[in-house]
């Protein structure tokens, strides 16, 4: 009796174990979810949403499905102290009347196509002039005033949100039937990844992007000319007095485009250059990739020094367009009411060159039926 009794506390003890060990899994795998919450409505009535990604080290992401936007993007300086570093609004009807772009997904064509205007196979399209006398990101609604639609797609520890979009032949002029997808995945290394894929079943043009403002003080918290910049690049893409790209591109040595060792923003930004008298400071694309190479490596990174936050840019892409922040003016009240003055953030947009369709020698944004569209940017922060 004495051993039956023992097998029978064993048993009990196992049993328990077990228990309390799936109930922990369970727990755990509850804990590692997606947190999904309304975030408003747009389009008519039409219900949006706001998905919550977070890492072991306390990193949090929010997007919204309303354009795909980063809403908030929390990180720890180097005393562990967290801050939202992208500018952004409180609420989905933030994201409906915005004009600046905070944090979405651009396309079908991100930057400018020259006169609204290219050809294709021997067709003209005419895609909306919203930049004056040129297309800008994607037209009058682009793929960051489109409702996307959500799935988790976590695996491996990492939690991860697709979003896919399908954009119909003749939307904002542009041909073909577009499938679009973008995977974020926020990795327990403190980085953020954006993953774009995209296919079509006519010859189309794409080039996708994010369009987060950074500030690395934390956003609404001033301007971002004191912040450190390094990008690797040689050249730049010189502008015409509409920002669209000449054809020859122009070696940055010498020049205050020259961020090849780290510089403050606000060193040179307000210079004699007729370039930043185009940009009304920066707004180029640096040209990161001229062999043409579709690998993996580091364009650029930001350093915030009173914080000691760091960002690092890696991409696949040839481009880079550096964007100090220019047209912001004080008018757009952001999160928690926090006023975006001049140069209050700064974008670092991944992407083909402006005007591709119009310039044979760049790089080609041309997408053919069969083919599928992939590139990749990761956003990794850190502190020192």
């Known amino acids: 009796m004495r051993r039956y009794g023992s097998i029978v506390a064993v048993v009990s003890v196992i049993f328990a174990m077990t228990t309390f060990s799936r109930?922990?899994?369970?727990?755990?795998?509850?804990?590692?979810?997606?947190?999904?919450?309304?975030?408003?409505?747009?389009?008519?009535?039409?219900?949006?949403?706001?998905?919550?990604?977070?890492?072991?080290?306390?990193?949090?992401?929010?997007?919204?499905?309303?354009?795909?936007?980063?809403?908030?993007?929390?990180?720890?300086?180097?005393?562990?102290?967290?801050?939202?570093?992208?500018?952004?609004?409180?609420?989905?009807?933030?994201?409906?009347?915005?004009?600046?772009?905070?944090?979405?997904?651009?396309?079908?064509?991100?930057?400018?196509?020259?006169?609204?205007?290219?050809?294709?196979?021997?067709?003209?399209?005419?895609?909306?002039?919203?930049?004056?006398?040129?297309?800008?990101?994607?037209?009058?609604?682009?793929?960051?005033?489109?409702?996307?639609?959500?799935?988790?797609?976590?695996?491996?520890?990492?939690?991860?949100?697709?979003?896919?979009?399908?954009?119909?032949?003749?939307?904002?002029?542009?041909?073909?039937?577009?499938?679009?997808?973008v995977v974020y995945t926020l990795t327990d290394n403190n980085e953020l990844k954006i993953e774009y894929l995209a296919s079509t079943d006519k010859d189309t043009v794409v080039n996708l992007t994010n369009h987060s403002y950074f500030n690395l003080a934390g956003q609404g918290s001033g301007d971002i000319l004191s912040q450190r910049l390094t990008i690797h690049a040689q050249e730049f893409s010189p502008v015409d007095a509409t920002l669209i790209p000449t054809a020859e591109p122009r070696s940055v040595r010498g020049t205050p485009f020259d961020f090849s060792q780290a510089e403050t923003i606000g060193a040179r930004i307000n210079q004699d250059d007729q370039q930043l008298k185009f940009g009304h400071g920066y707004d180029h694309n640096w040209i990161l990739n001229p062999n043409g190479e579709h690998k993996l490596s580091l364009a650029a990174e930001v350093y915030e020094p009173q914080s000691g936050r760091d960002l690092e840019v890696w991409t696949t892409e040839p481009g880079v367009q550096f964007y100090s922040g220019n047209f912001l003016d004080g008018t757009i009240h952001g999160k928690e009411g926090k006023v975006y003055g001049h140069r209050s953030g700064l974008c670092l947009e991944t992407q083909h060159f402006p005007d591709s369709p119009n310039h044979p020698a760049f790089p080609s944004t041309v997408l053919k039926p069969g083919q599928t569209f992939h590139s990749t940017t990761v956003y990794k922060f850190s502190a020192r």
């Open 23 to 181: 109930s922990a899994d369970t727990k755990t795998s509850s804990q590692s979810k997606i947190q999904k919450r309304a975030f408003g409505t747009a389009d008519g009535g039409l219900a949006v949403d706001l998905y919550v990604l977070r890492n072991k080290s306390g990193m949090e992401v929010s997007i919204t499905n309303y354009g795909g936007a980063v809403v908030s993007l929390k990180v720890p300086d180097r005393a562990g102290k967290f801050a939202d570093v992208v500018l952004g609004y409180d609420d989905a009807q933030g994201y409906v009347a915005d004009k600046a772009y905070f944090g979405g997904i651009i396309g079908r064509y991100a930057n400018r196509i020259a006169h609204g205007k290219f050809t294709l196979g021997g067709a003209n399209y005419s895609v909306p002039k919203n930049d004056g006398e040129n297309a800008l990101h994607g037209g009058l609604k682009g793929f960051n005033k489109r409702v996307w639609t959500a799935k988790d797609v976590s695996k491996n520890g990492a939690q991860a949100l697709e979003l896919s979009y399908h954009s119909q032949d003749g939307e904002e002029g542009y041909p073909g039937n577009l499938t679009a997808k």
